[in-house]
């Protein structure tokens, strides 16, 4: 035994200075030794372009944490390409001044982060950088430091990407696709150097392509763009000056979706030569939301939740708002100024405010064209055409056609119409020859209108003329066909969704509590009809049931209807004194018969079923010791089995001299008769076979008249006959005693 543990301990201390001496060398494989040579680092492979530049090239595994320090990237090196990695870092100066450096790619890397100046004073012509497939990205603050390279970045498959400020001294080239998280922080696009701006104006472009944006800070586009180009993202709020820059010359977006847009977010010292939202979802402009002057504006094909008043309050050289669904439009919602063409057409608004379309005249500008043609307001409040008189006499070319809204005709439509133009207009006909209302159910059958619209003009004259009944006749006049597929409920919409969602959640309320309450009511229920005996008494039936008696064809049985009998709850001498002189008597012999029968099935037949079904492994070892304890006595229940229904009535009277006896037995057993046994769960015993000759004959005696009374019970071996089996033997923690008679 000694030398063997003497071979175990060595054995152990072998491998513990293996498990240190090898601790070191996965740490200086892992991280890179400061001022040591990226060709030297693990998994680096470095080899010569040109003869005297050099391109690296770093596969990792995905456990290997790496630093890039300071002199570790030889100065001639052209490219560098990162493949894998648990942590990947530049650290501060790790490429300053570099002569050629062209290219850095990073793909599959965990966690990719570029320090503070990081890069530093580079000249070359251009350097393109690319992460792929990286799990954190995080370009710090003047990561790209003092730079006349103009940058061309690529970040695609990312899942969090984080640009702090003045990431990019200058960039020419931004694109962030597939990104499911970009945090960009303030200033994050504030250039130190914006290179030589022509004539067409700035040339750096930046576009997100399918990201997610939680907000876009304050001042985060504060340099000069060429392009800001958003599709296929979300943006859940622009705050306050993020659009700052002097001039971008075009900010797309494009089939996105934006939560808000606060006041000012569109700076108005910022100059936009195109502005474009083509299929998004705004669900809010807040007041003032763009200041910008633009040249152009397009609003086409989006849906707008609610435009704030003042929510476009710019200079608009042309604006194009067509093919849009907006919920609520406030009070001057759009206020162009010194516009020279506009074209609000084939919108579909649901609610209209007094004013929300402000084009204000001025006569130092041509107004070449306005267009307002196709669409359908559902409701519109008083002066919502003002716009419109003005404009007979500033514009060149004014349409006003196909237009409709949700107003019942009736004969008082031109006064309506007036109260949309305002007080001061006494021609309304301009509205009325061109724009359609509802008729109701009948006129439309009478005039055979399917989608229920009318001609303002024509309604007038075929239902409001002198005569006294309307001509049913099929319609020729002018019709429209509404937009059922993209329209805008009429204001009842997010009510009804509301009573919707409330009606299904009380349903399901309801659902569950009735059924909580169902099975509150089975469970009650078995537990009372267990507690009243119901359960014992049909599992008696059942088994009838299973094993029926044969009998003779053609033999007729009686229906007992036991139903009427007065059962008693209990067994006394009385009722079993009276049931057998009931039986000897011919005429009750029948009744009393019935009614040992009964009394039998509960008292005897029930009360043995419930402990049979009560018993274990070890409660068939006390049956078996009862049956080596008495076997007179059963041979005599056999005998008395034979001779109903008095064989019944003689077992309950042993059953209440059993019960009673163990009631009364209020003097306890002497130790020479019976001694219970506290190790009956180790050992087998059987009880004492003394005195069995001294069973009490049950045929020669009346079990009721030998009932002995609490002061003439004897204390011999009599009782023993009678006595239970002794219960299951108790725990070994339980006091062991003497068993009560």
């Given at each position: 035994m000694g030398v063997q543990w003497y071979f175990s301990l060595i054995i152990w201390l072998i491998i513990g200075v293996f498990v240190i001496k090898s601790v070191p060398a996965v740490v200086e494989e892992s991280v890179a030794p400061l001022g040591s040579d990226a060709c030297r680092i693990p998994g680096c492979n470095c080899s010569d372009a040109a003869k005297t530049w050099n391109i690296i090239n770093c596969t990792f595994n995905s456990t290997q944490i790496v630093e890039f320090t300071p002199g570790s990237i030889p100065s001639r090196t052209l490219e560098i390409a990162i493949s894998g990695g648990s942590d990947v870092t530049l650290q501060p100066y790790t490429l300053n001044s570099p002569i050629g450096f062209q290219f850095l790619r990073v793909d599959g890397t965990r966690r990719f982060v570029i320090?503070?100046?990081?890069?530093?004073?580079?000249?070359?012509?251009?350097?393109?950088?690319?992460?792929?497939?990286?799990?954190?990205?995080?370009?710090?603050?003047?990561?790209?430091?003092?730079?006349?390279?103009?940058?061309?970045?690529?970040?695609?498959?990312?899942?969090?990407?984080?640009?702090?400020?003045?990431?990019?001294?200058?960039?020419?080239?931004?694109?962030?696709?597939?990104?499911?998280?970009?945090?960009?922080?303030?200033?994050?696009?504030?250039?130190?150097?914006?290179?030589?701006?022509?004539?067409?104006?700035?040339?750096?472009?930046?576009?997100?392509?399918?990201?997610?944006?939680?907000?876009?800070?304050?001042?985060?586009?504060?340099?000069?763009?060429?392009?800001?180009?958003?599709?296929?993202?979300?943006?859940?709020?622009?705050?306050?000056?993020?659009?700052?820059?002097?001039?971008?010359?075009?900010?797309?977006?494009?089939?996105?979706?934006?939560?808000?847009?606060?006041?000012?977010?569109?700076?108005?010292?910022?100059?936009?030569?195109?502005?474009?939202?083509?299929?998004?979802?705004?669900?809010?402009?807040?007041?003032?939301?763009?200041?910008?002057?633009?040249?152009?504006?397009?609003?086409?094909?989006?849906?707008?939740?609610?435009?704030?008043?003042?929510?476009?309050?710019?200079?608009?050289?042309?604006?194009?708002?067509s093919d849009n669904e907006i919920g609520t439009f406030h009070s001057r919602g759009f206020v162009l100024n010194n516009w020279n063409r506009i074209n609000m057409d084939n919108n579909i608004i649901k609610r209209a405010g007094s004013f929300f379309l402000d084009v204000p005249y001025n006569h130092e500008i041509q107004h070449y064209e306005f267009t307002f043609i196709g669409n359908e307001?559902?409701?519109?409040?008083?002066?919502?055409?003002?716009?419109?008189?003005?404009?007979?006499?500033?514009?060149?070319?004014?349409?006003?056609?196909?237009?409709?809204?949700?107003?019942?005709?009736?004969?008082?439509?031109?006064?309506?119409?007036?109260?949309?133009?305002?007080?001061?207009?006494?021609?309304?006909?301009f509205v009325l020859n061109t724009s359609f209302c509802t008729i109701n159910a009948l006129l439309a059958r009478c005039f055979e209108l399917q989608e229920g619209l009318i001609n303002m003009h024509n309604f007038t004259k075929l239902v409001c003329g002198v005569e006294d009944s309307i001509k049913c006749e099929p319609y020729s006049g002018e019709t429209k066909i509404l937009d059922t597929t993209t329209i805008i409920d009429t204001e009842n919409a997010m009510d009804s969704n509301s009573n919707l969602i409330l009606g299904l959640v009380l349903g399901a309320v309801v659902v569950i509590a009735i059924s909580g309450t169902i099975v509150i009511l089975l469970i009650r229920g078995g537990l009372w009809l267990k507690r009243k005996g119901y359960c014992m008494r049909f599992r008696n039936l059942h088994y009838r049931n299973e094993h029926p008696i044969s009998e003779e064809e053609g033999t007729i049985v009686p229906i007992e209807s036991r139903d009427k009998l007065d059962v008693p709850e209990e067994l006394t001498p009385e009722i079993l004194q009276r049931l057998r002189e009931q039986l000897e008597d011919p005429t009750t012999h029948d009744d009393a018969r019935e009614m040992i029968e009964r009394l039998y099935e509960l008292f005897i037949t029930g009360e043995s079923y419930t402990n049979n079904n009560k018993q274990d492994e070890e409660a068939h070892l006390y049956e078996e010791l009862g049956n080596l304890q008495l076997p007179a006595a059963a041979e005599h229940e056999k005998r008395l089995s034979e001779t109903e229904p008095f064989g019944f009535l003689r077992m309950m009277e042993e059953k209440y001299n059993t019960t009673a006896l163990a009631i009364l037995g209020t003097k306890p057993a002497l130790v020479d008769e019976y001694s219970e046994p506290t190790d009956a769960a180790v050992h087998l015993y059987s009880e004492l076979q003394n005195k069995t000759d001294d069973v009490i004959d049950l045929d020669g005696k009346d079990s009721v008249k030998s009932f002995p009374s609490g002061t003439q019970r004897s204390n011999n071996s009599r009782s023993i006959a009678f006595r239970p089996l002794p219960e299951k033997p108790r725990s070994i923690f339980d006091e062991a005693g003497p068993s009560k008679m």
């Open positions: 320090r503070k100046n990081a890069f530093l004073d580079l000249s070359s012509a251009s350097l393109a950088f690319q992460v792929v497939n990286c799990d954190r990205l995080v370009v710090e603050t003047h990561a790209f430091k003092n730079m006349q390279t103009p940058i061309s970045v690529d970040v695609s498959r990312c899942s969090y990407v984080s640009i702090q400020s003045s990431a990019f001294s200058r960039l020419q080239d931004g694109k962030f696709r597939n990104i499911p998280y970009l945090d960009l922080a303030e200033d994050a696009f504030l250039f130190e150097n914006q290179g030589i701006i022509g004539r067409h104006g700035p040339v750096s472009s930046l576009s997100f392509h399918n990201v997610i944006m939680p907000k876009i800070p304050t001042d985060t586009f504060h340099s000069s763009l060429a392009e800001i180009s958003i599709k296929n993202s979300e943006i859940r709020e622009i705050h306050t000056d993020a659009f700052k820059a002097s001039q971008i010359s075009a900010i797309l977006f494009v089939n996105s979706t934006i939560h808000k847009i606060q006041s000012r977010a569109f700076s108005d010292r910022t100059l936009l030569i195109n502005f474009k939202f083509t299929k998004c979802k705004i669900h809010l402009l807040e007041m003032g939301s763009v200041m910008a002057s633009m040249t152009n504006l397009t609003v086409e094909h989006s849906k707008l939740t609610e435009i704030q008043t003042g929510a476009i309050n710019s200079t608009v050289a042309k604006a194009i708002i307001i559902y409701r519109v409040e008083t002066n919502s055409l003002s716009f419109m008189p003005d404009l007979h006499y500033t514009v060149q070319n004014l349409k006003f056609d196909n237009n409709f809204f949700n107003q019942t005709c009736h004969c008082d439509i031109d006064k309506w119409v007036l109260e949309l133009l305002g007080d001061q207009v006494q021609d309304a006909s």
